[in-house]
């Protein structure tokens, strides 16, 4: 038997001091592997690390083989994480990618340290414990090769996959050292050292996503295609109106249709994030479970449910709007605004802003399967969850598993956009495999998703502000208007009180109404910055054009001198990046170029989820309102680009959801139920009208690197509408841009 030692580096909790130590373990296997250890004194609770901790979270196995496996460990999808990840470890080891094989992770938060995506955190959060993982594995190889040669470890490097002498050019394979690295002693925490940027092979390049054969050919990969032996398919149906309760269903008509083996009726915690009350369908096949749905006939007690009315909620939210200025609901104020306005020396301006409901609208609709153990308490489930960690939360707290008694298998997920934070589709999976002893999937359809999504808020957004005459912006007033529900201010209805240009004008001030309303609302791509980057950049350009300042010029002028919002802090504003990518934007993008009549170019700034991104759009507008988005010139500053290939698509993907979006999209309610179901009525962007052409320029900046998920949406909507205002003088402020008339 072959046996070689298993190299096992710390996962650090906050506790132990920051010259914790790796501990090696022998085992069974041919080659060594980088994995994480806990000490047993205390394995109960996992938290951040401190910034002076390690805490090495990727796995690295070299094979004696020549072989290089890396574990990504963070959920898929779509953004690219199970690829850009293990790039950086492979990188800081000194490994040739085509050696490297990606092997997705099991959740174990207690091994890998946090596995969670979302909010664009996984890059940020990672890059350094992915470094410290390869770099930990270079210097074991590296002390392999010195005893080889009786050297000083000082003499070699990594590259292509073999440790190389620096002096001699003699080299060793990884396969050559992995039995020998396995027998080194583990490097203590302050020894290992990052490879600077010059030396960087693969991070910053293009890397197809790993995954990219399966997903082209079809293979099963998502959770809407596992298929395990004897399983049942199930579909959920819950009140149209949220917060409907469930009296009776014809249980026995549809337990006699073709396939169906059960049908009953689930009570539910009155949680729209974990589980209403519904009527459950379980078939032989997905197919059988919908057919028997098309005869279910369901009575719904409705006197709780939502009755929302979109048009009465925009109508209250206007009203507000409309009102004198919200003392009690003012987050932030600084100068004299009322005075400002009032003056003789300046120009005031007004706008109010209308944005709707939104839909996550996903490819791959809500699914999760499950297998229950009835006498161990027990479950399995294969769920595309981005947070794992809520879906056990919420399984222990609607069923009272306990998170030990819970085996849950990350599935790549057919996007998210924030939708699967929320874990209704997971509860309701586990809540109907309780009743069998085989797994049971269950499949949403199209219309679930549309109408049981946790949407977008809708809102407004009420502007005052003053220009001098001298052309600058001296004050102005922000107004944010939008839905609580059940009394609780939602995810998108988010205003900070740091929000540009609060820092940058002498006179300001903020506030936030809320209106009840009973539609479950929820984290949207980019959220709170998706409506808010098309309100104020939309306004800052109205007070442009009353100023008679280019826009461009206004922007950087507004910006001031360079300086973080919060002095150091990766999570605020800082106004020499932002200056950077609106110049370069202005520049790729040719701004202030001649343009033919019925042509215009509109520029917004955004900075969100601690990205900097400046675009620019070029549209035509012709007589019958047809808008053409010829040309989108993004620039951004994120950091050092880990996936050259991964972020452009990010950016192209952000600019084609934003087209999407303003084109026409909107959610609407009457009597608290959503009348949109399908793509016939909620229509996103058809192949025929993205032939956009979209430029994206990198600033490849010195700073921590930063996600990229969701900044490049916010600037898109402002620099669109900007653009048609530029082409036909016609100012949108509501979307779509068909309440304006308007047609993308």
Same mark, same amino acid.
């Given at each position: 038997?072959?046996?070689?030692?298993?190299?096992?580096?710390?996962?650090?909790?906050?506790?132990?001091?920051?010259?914790?130590?790796?501990?090696?373990?022998?085992?069974?296997?041919?080659?060594?592997?980088?994995?994480?250890?806990?000490?047993?004194?205390?394995?109960?609770?996992?938290?951040?690390?401190?910034?002076?901790?390690?805490?090495?979270?990727?796995?690295?196995?070299?094979?004696?083989?020549?072989?290089?496996?890396?574990?990504?460990?963070?959920?898929?999808?779509?953004?690219?994480?199970?690829?850009?990840?293990?790039?950086?470890?492979?990188?800081?080891?000194?490994?040739?990618?085509?050696?490297?094989?990606?092997?997705?992770?099991?959740?174990?938060?207690?091994?890998?340290?946090?596995?969670?995506?979302?909010?664009?955190?996984?890059?940020?959060?990672?890059?350094?414990?992915?470094?410290?993982?390869?770099?930990? &594995?270079?210097?074991? %190889?590296? #002390? +392999?090769?010195?005893?080889?040669?009786? =050297? !000083? /470890?000082?003499? *070699?490097?990594?590259?292509?996959?073999?440790?190389?002498?620096?002096?001699?050019?003699?080299?060793?394979?990884? &396969?050559?050292?992995? %039995?020998? #690295? +396995?027998?080194?002693?583990?490097?203590? =925490? !302050? /020894?290992?050292? *990052?490879?600077?940027?010059?030396?960087?092979?693969?991070?910053?390049?293009?890397?197809?996503?790993?995954?990219?054969?399966?997903?082209?050919?079809?293979?099963?990969?998502?959770?809407?295609?596992?298929?395990?032996?004897?399983?049942?398919?199930?579909?959920?149906?819950?009140?149209?109106?949220?917060?409907?309760?469930?009296?009776?269903?014809?249980?026995?008509?549809?337990?006699?249709?073709p396939g169906v083996v059960d049908a009953f009726l689930v009570t539910g915690n009155d949680n729209v994030?974990?589980?209403?009350?519904?009527?459950?369908?379980?078939?032989?096949?997905?197919?059988?479970?919908?057919?028997?749905?098309?005869?279910?006939?369901?009575?719904?007690?409705?006197?709780?449910?939502?009755?929302?009315?979109?048009?009465?909620?925009?109508?209250?939210?206007?009203?507000?709007?409309?009102?004198?200025?919200?003392?009690?609901?003012?987050?932030?104020?600084?100068?004299?605004?009322?005075?400002?306005?009032?003056?003789?020396?300046?120009?005031?301006?007004?706008?109010?802003?209308?944005?709707?409901?939104?839909?996550?609208?996903?490819?791959?609709?809500?699914?999760?399967?499950?297998?229950?153990?009835?006498?161990?308490?027990?479950?399995?489930?294969?769920?595309?969850?981005?947070?794992?960690?809520?879906?056990?939360?919420?399984?222990?707290?609607?069923?009272?598993?306990?998170?030990?008694?819970?085996?849950?298998?990350?599935?790549?997920?057919?996007?998210?956009?924030?939708?699967?934070?929320?874990?209704?589709?997971?509860?309701?999976?586990?809540?109907?495999?309780?009743?069998?002893?085989?797994?049971?999937?269950?499949?949403?359809?199209?219309?679930?998703?549309?109408?049981?999504?946790?949407?977008?808020?809708?809102?407004?957004?009420?502007?005052?502000?003053?220009?001098?005459?001298?052309?600058?912006?001296?004050?102005?007033?922000?107004?944010?208007?939008?839905?609580?529900?059940?009394?609780?201010?939602?995810?998108?209805?988010?205003?900070?009180?740091?929000?540009?240009?609060?820092?940058?004008?002498?006179?300001?001030?903020?506030?936030?109404?809320?209106?009840?309303?009973?539609?479950?609302?929820?984290?949207?791509?980019?959220?709170?910055?998706?409506?808010?980057?098309?309100?104020?950049?939309?306004?800052?350009?109205?007070?442009?054009?009353?100023?008679?300042?280019?826009?461009?010029?206004?922007?950087?002028?507004?910006?001031?001198?360079?300086?973080?919002?919060?002095?150091?802090?990766?999570?605020?504003?800082?106004?020499?990046?932002?200056?950077?990518?609106?110049?370069?934007?202005?520049?790729?993008?040719?701004?202030?170029?001649?343009?033919?009549?019925?042509?215009?170019?509109?520029?917004?700034?955004?900075?969100?989820?601690?990205?900097?991104?400046?675009?620019?759009?070029?549209?035509?507008?012709?007589?019958?309102?047809?808008?053409?988005?010829?040309?989108?010139?993004?620039?951004?500053?994120?950091?050092?680009?880990?996936?050259?290939?991964?972020?452009?698509?990010?950016?192209?993907?952000?600019?084609?959801?934003?087209?999407?979006?303003?084109?026409?999209?909107?959610?609407?309610?009457?009597?608290?139920?959503?009348?949109?179901?399908?793509?016939?009525?909620?229509?996103?962007?058809?192949?025929?009208?993205?032939?956009?052409?979209?430029?994206?320029?990198?600033?490849?900046?010195?700073?921590?690197?930063?996600?990229?998920?969701?900044?490049?949406?916010?600037?898109?909507?402002?620099?669109?509408?900007?653009?048609?205002?530029?082409?036909?003088?016609?100012?949108?402020?509501?979307?779509?841009?068909?309440?304006?008339?308007?047609?993308?």
């Amino acid at each position: 038997m072959n046996t070689t030692r298993k190299i096992e580096t710390a996962s650090f909790l906050a506790a132990m001091n920051r010259r914790c130590f790796l501990k090696a373990s022998t085992m069974a296997g041919a080659g060594f592997s980088l994995a994480s250890f806990i000490p047993a004194a205390n394995t109960q609770e996992i938290r951040e690390p401190a910034s002076d901790q390690l805490e090495l979270n990727a796995f690295v196995e070299i094979g004696v083989d020549g072989a290089i496996s890396i574990y990504a460990h963070c959920p898929e999808k779509g953004q690219g994480i199970k690829t850009s990840l293990p790039m950086i470890v492979a990188d800081e080891l000194g490994a040739d990618w085509n050696d490297v094989t990606v092997i997705r992770a099991p959740f174990n938060e207690a091994r890998y340290g946090q596995q969670r995506a979302g909010g664009s955190t996984s890059t940020p959060r990672e890059f350094d414990p992915m470094r410290r993982a390869g770099a930990a &594995a270079r210097s074991m %190889l590296i #002390a +392999a090769a010195a005893q080889r040669l009786s =050297v !000083d /470890t000082s003499f *070699f490097y990594t590259e292509n996959s073999r440790v190389i002498h620096r002096n001699t050019g003699e080299s060793f394979t990884f &396969a050559e050292l992995a %039995l020998d #690295a +396995a027998m080194q002693p583990l490097p203590d =925490v !302050d /020894t290992l050292v *990052f490879k600077p940027r010059s030396e960087y092979k693969i991070i910053g390049t293009r890397v197809h996503d790993v995954d990219i054969e399966t997903i082209a050919t079809g293979r099963p990969l998502y959770g809407s295609d596992l298929n395990l032996p004897g399983m049942l398919y199930a579909v959920y149906e819950k009140c149209p109106a949220t917060y409907g309760r469930v009296v009776s269903a014809n249980l026995d008509q549809i337990k006699a249709m073709p396939g169906v083996v059960d049908a009953f009726l689930v009570t539910g915690n009155d949680n729209v994030g974990e589980l209403l009350d519904g009527v459950a369908i379980v078939a032989r096949s997905t197919w059988q479970a919908f057919k028997a749905r098309q005869q279910l006939e369901v009575q719904w007690d409705t006197s709780l449910a939502s009755k929302d009315d979109d048009r009465e909620l925009f109508a209250r939210m206007q009203a507000i709007a409309a009102a004198p200025w919200p003392m009690d609901n003012q987050i932030a104020e600084s100068g004299d605004v009322e005075t400002t306005f009032d003056s003789d020396l300046t120009t005031t301006v007004t706008g109010t802003y209308q944005f709707p409901y939104l839909s996550h609208a996903v490819m791959e609709p809500m699914n999760c399967t499950a297998q229950y153990h009835a006498d161990t308490n027990r479950v399995e489930i294969w769920a595309p969850t981005r947070q794992p960690q809520i879906t056990v939360s919420s399984l222990g707290n609607v069923f009272g598993i306990p998170a030990e008694n819970i085996t849950l298998h990350m599935m790549r997920m057919g996007g998210s956009f924030g939708r699967r934070r929320f874990q209704d589709y997971s509860c309701e999976a586990v809540a109907i495999a309780r009743r069998f002893t085989v797994p049971v999937k269950l499949q949403w359809t199209r219309e679930d998703d549309m109408m049981h999504d946790q949407y977008r808020p809708g809102g407004v957004y009420a502007f005052r502000g003053a220009v001098s005459r001298e052309g600058r912006v001296v004050a102005m007033q922000t107004h944010l208007i939008g839905p609580s529900v059940r009394g609780v201010a939602t995810a998108g209805t988010r205003l900070g009180a740091d929000e540009f240009p609060a820092l940058n004008i002498d006179h300001y001030r903020a506030a936030i109404s809320l209106v009840d309303s009973n539609t479950p609302t929820g984290s949207w791509r980019a959220p709170g910055s998706n409506a808010t980057g098309w309100a104020v950049q939309s306004f800052i350009h109205e007070l442009a054009v009353a100023a008679g300042r280019d826009p461009v010029e206004l922007l950087i002028e507004m910006m001031g001198e360079p300086r973080w919002f919060q002095e150091g802090s990766m999570g605020s504003l800082n106004t020499g990046r932002a200056v950077d990518v609106i110049k370069l934007a202005a520049e790729k993008s040719g701004w202030g170029k001649p343009l033919t009549p019925g042509h215009g170019m509109g520029i917004a700034f955004h900075f969100s989820h601690n990205g900097h991104v400046a675009e620019v759009a070029e549209v035509s507008v012709d007589a019958n309102n047809k808008v053409t988005i010829h040309k989108v010139t993004a620039a951004v500053d994120i950091g050092p680009v880990i996936n050259l290939s991964g972020a452009e698509k990010q950016v192209q993907g952000a600019v084609l959801d934003g087209i999407s979006s303003l084109a026409g999209l909107e959610i609407t309610m009457r009597d608290g139920v959503v009348q949109q179901d399908n793509f016939h009525q909620y229509n996103l962007l058809r192949m025929k009208h993205a032939g956009t052409e979209i430029d994206a320029h990198f600033i490849q900046s010195d700073f921590h690197p930063t996600g990229l998920g969701e900044p490049a949406l916010p600037p898109l909507m402002p620099a669109v509408c900007n653009a048609i205002y530029a082409a036909t003088g016609k100012r949108v402020r509501e979307l779509p841009v068909t309440r304006e008339g308007f047609f993308v």
